[in-house]
């Protein structure tokens, strides 16, 4: 048998796994300074959260979607993204009878059966924060410091910000009536992609890569010149926001996103060294879905952070994102009686925090000094018959060379000791 994983999925290795919980580690630490208390909701839902959540006419719900029928003949999808679970979940467990907003994060796991290249894969991870209970643009702002307060905690640098409005359900009707009526008219000579999006959903034509695709939307009206006066005031406010904090931002009156739930402020964080697959966040206000869950209308603001696409451009920078941890030593033993007493030492040690390794596969002395050389380990305890005799080991510092005795009994202490020194 030789089975391979499914295309589009990674095996995150020792090594890079340390740089994922440090990552996660800073997800924690900046939730926690912007008061967001994390929420962890099922990998799979039913179908229909994403359908309306999300809307039928989005590529994730069209071609996406990991879809199967269960056992009970439900129809389950794995998710594809966060935020529609976050509000289904805020309904059903009552939390807007909590002080509002309520402020949420979540990390994990993300499923899209997309066409897997670089930086783009059918399970990847993503952090997500979501505010439901206010339209506040400060909030809509905050949701743009918080991923870059991020990214720079992760060591990331050279990212940019891309803001734009798309309106609201007041004035985008008119706006994408327009694109249809343009669109419409030059119909064939759009990629068949966006021939299929003009009728139900022309905004989408905006995000299309080809660039014949481009070139004919080069000169369309701009949502932000057919926005309601609301809504102008809105963006007016998020922009005033983003000057006093002083955050660099590119308005770009072609950014759209995803997902049909977007209502006002979107934005998307891109890293030029990426290439095809260059946003490694974004998010937008969503004042419409919660009603369209099934709940009582709640504004409410979000981003995801592509967690894969970090990685790969903290490796392109070839950041030094932290210093990977060693063990504090190694406690060799010869076979005989003194592996039974190395299975104790090391055991005793590491019930007091203390990171020990050993051998397991009956090497000699010679073989597992190398490993503890290897570990770079600072020290290492010998266990050997006539030291026990007389209820002694012997510790070698690597570093120095130099070797003491110690009791068998006191072993805990010494160690203890020159690790509060360190
Ligand atoms: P979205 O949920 O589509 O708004 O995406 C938010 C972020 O998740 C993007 O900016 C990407 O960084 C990341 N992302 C989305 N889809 C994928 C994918 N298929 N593979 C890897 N990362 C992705």
């Known amino acids: 048998m030789n089975v391979r994983r499914p295309r589009g999925t990674n095996d995150i290795l020792p090594g890079a796994s340390e740089h994922w919980q440090f990552v996660e580690q800073k997800i924690r630490d900046i939730c926690h300074n912007f008061g967001y ?29 990991y879809t199967f029928q269960d056992r009970g003949d439900r129809s389950i999808t794995l998710r594809p993204e966060g935020t529609a679970p976050v509000v289904r979940a805020f ?38 924060v979501e505010a439901i209970g206010s339209a506040d643009p400060a909030l809509d702002v905050e949701m743009i410091v918080l991923p ?23 004035c985008r009707p008119t706006y994408r009536d327009t694109l249809r009526k343009m669109f419409s008219e030059k119909l064939d000579q759009f990629c068949s992609n966006c021939q299929g999006r003009i009728e139900r959903n022309p905004l989408r034509v905006l995000d299309c890569k080809s660039p014949k695709c481009q ?68 998010g937008g206000r969503y004042d419409g879905l919660v009603e369209e869950c099934g709940g009582n209308p709640a504004p409410a603001v979000g981003f995801a952070v592509g967690l894969d696409r970090l990685m790969l451009a903290l490796e392109n920078q070839e950041s030094q994102i932290f210093t990977p941890r060693k063990p504090d030593g190694f406690v060799a033993h010869f076979g005989g009686v003194t592996k039974p007493v190395a299975i104790k030492v090391v055991n005793d040690l590491r019930k007091q925090g203390l990171w020990v390794e050993m051998d397991y596969l009956d090497r000699s002395l010679k073989a597992q000094m190398k490993s503890a050389n290897r570990f770079n380990c600072n020290w290492v305890l010998i ?40």
């Open 383 to 422: 266990i050997g018959e006539d030291e026990l005799a007389d209820n002694k080991v012997k510790l070698r510092w690597l570093a120095s060379g130099e070797e003491e005795e110690v009791e068998l009994d006191n072993i805990q202490v010494r160690l203890l000791n020159e690790r509060e020194g360190q």
């Open 91 to 128: 309904l059903e467990n009552k939390l807007y009878a909590q002080p509002l907003p309520a402020k949420l994060y979540y990390f994990g796991p993300m499923f899209r059966y997309e066409k897997p290249q670089a930086g783009r894969y059918r399970q990847f991870y993503q952090f997500g």
């Open 37 to 65: 208390q994390e929420i962890r909701t099922p990998i799979f839902e039913h179908t229909e959260l994403f359908e309306r959540g999300i809307g039928e006419t989005t590529d994730i719900v069209e071609k996406e979607m």
């Open 215 to 282: 070139e004919l939307i080069d000169d369309i009206p701009l949502v932000l010149d057919s926005l309601c006066p609301e809504c102008s005031e809105h963006f007016a406010q998020v922009r005033q926001y983003l000057d006093l904090l002083e955050i660099d931002y590119i308005i770009n009156p072609k950014l759209v996103r995803g997902f049909d739930y977007y209502t006002r402020t979107v934005f998307e964080i891109t890293v030029a060294s990426l290439g095809a697959q260059n946003a490694i966040g974004g």
């Open 148 to 170: 870059i307060e991020f990214y720079k905690s992760c060591g990331l640098s050279g990212f940019q910000v891309h803001i734009n409005s798309i309106g609201c359900p007041t």
